[in-house]
């Protein structure tokens, strides 16, 4: 029963290391990179608010985080 509270826990953190890396890498590629803030609760806006490339980076960005998992699933999950 221990064994299968640690393995509960640690899936948990893991998860949610998972989610926090997720949320980090869209704010530093659209936000950073883009300069595009979605509407939305989670970022406290009623409109979008974009760069001052506009929306062509929009795409850019995207796939380039496309080419980047892509080239991870490859490397080190081939069986994915």
Sequence with gaps: MLESALL??????SAQVFVWMLHLCGRSFLIGLA?????????GRAHAV???HGLWLVP???TLGGLISGFVVYRF???A
Excluded: C, D, H, Q
Aim: charged residues 10%; aromatic residues 16%; glycine residues 20%.
């Design 8 to 13: 509960g826990v640690a899936g948990a953190f």
């Design 35 to 43: 300069g595009y803030e979605p509407p939305g609760a989670e970022f």
């Design 50 to 52: 974009f760069g001052p």
């Design 60 to 62: 850019v960005v995207t």
């Design 77 to 79: 999950t081939p069986e």
